[in-house]
């Protein structure tokens, strides 16, 4: 009896593993099917009207099967390149000592990030942060020693004060006003997110940062989690405006999390401008004085976007063309 009840026993065992064995096949299959049906590239987002021209360059880089880490990084090097953009680059407008410094922060689908910070006399903080990436042992590098890095990577040192950003400046002083005021891009960022043909996801963050402010400050743009975040498996998010405001909160990383767990892109970026309202009331600021807008990508090509008042907008390049879309907004009149 016993030695019939092990056969039996045996035999159910046996056959169990040969149900198995096909079952996980056909799981792995329905994975594998599932991974390649999210793959929507390629598609770019950036912030703001500046962004629809970043976004033909990035294009050029995706719609050839590049890269969205070679697309980011070209995308914003045409705006900071660009001396009529006074928020961004060469043209940027001072600090209230009348010089131009500047952050930039990349990061790609594998986790490598670089940043530089107070960067004065490089046109391309974006390319640094680069080769800060992809060349040293670090994350990031500031001031001098940032400087001093771009030259030995072949970057040449230049002006970066233009004279309309300089007569602005001497403006300025006349008053030494400093009420940066929102939906003007003289402190604002270009943030742009990609997704390529292969499904991969990158991003890069560039800013001169706020205009006239006080020599040293540094915002969100150049800070990962902060100005930038990108997660390869549930998808990347960049902010622009305030940068003191998304720091209190790591908003770009807030916004990946939320998508981690379950929000769409757009619900992401709501929740996430929602705390920082939440957080601003608390400290009784007035939410009229502060702007911060999110843009996002979630792994299955879906985006979106919110802002905290009227009056940002961002740049959408997929396959059906390029086009500036507004967002959502918290405050309303």
């Not at 770019?44 to 890269?67: C, H, I, M, Y």
């Not at 009529?84 to 986790?111: F, Q």
């Not at 939906?183 to 742009?192: A, K, Q, R």
Request: with cysteine; net charge neutral; charged share 25%.
């Amino acid at each position: 009896m016993q030695t019939s009840r092990r056969k039996f026993i045996k035999s159910s065992a046996i056959a169990s593993l040969v149900f198995a064995v096909p079952s996980v096949r056909i799981s792995q299959e329905i994975s594998e099917k599932k991974k390649k049906s999210q793959i929507n590239g390629p598609l770019v987002l950036s912030t703001w009207d500046f962004g629809l021209r970043a976004n033909e360059a990035a294009w050029d880089v995706l719609s050839t099967g590049g890269t969205a880490l070679d697309a980011v990084e070209k995308g914003v090097r045409l705006v900071e390149n660009d001396p009529t953009e006074r928020s961004v680059g060469y043209g940027g407008r001072p600090d209230r000592d009348g010089r131009v410094t500047l952050d930039a922060c990349i990061m790609d689908h594998n986790y490598n990030i670089g940043s530089v910070a107070f960067l004065e006399y490089i046109k391309n903080p974006i390319s640094v942060a680069r080769k800060v990436m992809e060349n040293t042992p670090h994350v990031m590098l500031v001031g001098e020693g940032a400087l001093s890095f771009a030259l030995s990577q072949g970057f040449e040192k230049e002006n970066l004060l233009t004279p309309e950003s300089e007569k602005e400046w001497k403006e300025w002083l006349q008053k030494s006003e400093y009420l940066p005021p929102v939906n003007i891009e003289n402190h604002d960022t270009i943030g742009m997110i990609a997704m390529d043909a292969n499904g991969n996801l990158s991003g890069a963050c560039t800013t001169s940062g706020l205009a006239f402010k006080m020599n040293g400050r540094v915002g969100d743009s150049p800070i990962i989690g902060a100005g930038l975040f990108v997660d390869n498996e549930v998808g990347a998010a960049t902010a622009t405006g305030h940068g003191e405001e998304v720091i209190r909160t790591v908003g770009s990383h807030l916004v990946v999390e939320l998508m981690r767990q379950g929000r769409s892109p757009q619900k992401a970026c709501k929740e996430a401008v929602e705390r920082i309202v939440e957080i601003a009331k608390r400290r009784g600021k007035d939410l009229k004085s502060i702007q911060v807008g999110f843009i996002a990508i979630g792994k299955d090509g879906e985006y979106g976007s919110y802002c905290i008042q009227n009056g940002f907008n961002f740049a959408v390049h997929d396959a059906s063309g390029n086009r500036l879309e507004k967002p959502g907004y918290y405050l309303h009149e």
